[in-house]
């Protein structure tokens, strides 16, 4: 069975201040990693997807990078609105759906 | 392009009720999922269509049911309703095909309460 584990469960940062969050996984032959973004009372947003070990991805303050047991989801000089709940989750051979993580809720005061 | 539409946004219900949501994906994405999530299990796969049959389905009872129509659009139905099946029900549409990366795209969800 696939699993996700992702921590902190929450993390409070001052703007400016960079940080990481990290998600763990098993997964019987992984097909994708995912890293998706969730304000409250909102579906999640799709921000990255990550396929094999070594692979990065960048968008704005955002960079996820994948190893063969975690994946990092690295916040650069992060803005009040970065603050949200970020998901990770992971595809494998075992079918078409997603197992997700249960989250790192971020604030970022300013 | 217009996202993922999901309706009703919010709703109440009382113990023993059934209740029926809607979701129209993105156009061209013909794979619908759909999944619950509850401030103390994170978001649980339900099911998932594509073309109009069920091709996954996750570990709920028999209570919850779906099906996708002609125009890939689809809908859940929960029959019973029982306390612990209020949460925000999020449908999730993908692209299949060559050009699939797996990719979930969400809509809003529907906020359901059950009292």
């Known amino acids: 069975e696939d699993q996700v584990t992702q921590s902190p469960e929450a993390l409070r940062l001052q703007e400016g201040e960079s940080s990481s969050l990290n998600c763990s996984y098993t997964v019987s032959g992984l097909r994708g990693l995912f890293w998706y973004r969730q304000d409250p009372g909102k579906g999640p947003e799709f921000l990255f997807t990550l396929y094999s070990a070594g692979e990065e991805k960048e968008k704005e303050r955002l960079k996820a990078t994948l190893t063969k047991k975690e994946s990092f989801l690295h916040i650069t000089a992060p803005k009040p609105e970065d603050s949200a709940t970020y998901l990770c989750a992971v595809k494998g051979t075992s079918g078409s759906r997603l197992t997700f993580g249960e989250g790192t809720q971020l604030t970022v005061n300013p | 392009k217009a996202g993922v539409t999901q309706t009703p946004r919010y709703l109440i219900k009382t113990r023993g009720q059934q209740v029926t949501l809607s979701c129209s994906p993105i156009?061209?994405?013909?794979?619908v999922s759909w999944y619950q999530q509850t401030p103390g299990q994170g978001l649980q796969f339900l099911f998932e269509?594509?073309?109009?049959?069920?091709?996954n389905k996750g570990n709920f009872p028999g209570r919850f049911s779906g099906r996708q129509f002609s125009n890939s659009r689809s809908e859940m139905n929960v029959s019973t309703l029982e306390l612990g099946d209020s949460a925000l029900y999020l449908c999730?549409?993908?692209?299949?095909?060559?050009?699939?990366?797996?990719?979930?795209?969400f809509g809003e969800g529907s906020r359901l309460t059950v009292l």
């Open positions: 269509y594509f073309s109009e049959t069920q091709r």
């Open positions: 999730a549409s993908s692209l299949e095909g060559y050009r699939n990366t797996g990719e979930l795209f």
């Open positions: 156009s061209g994405h013909r794979s």
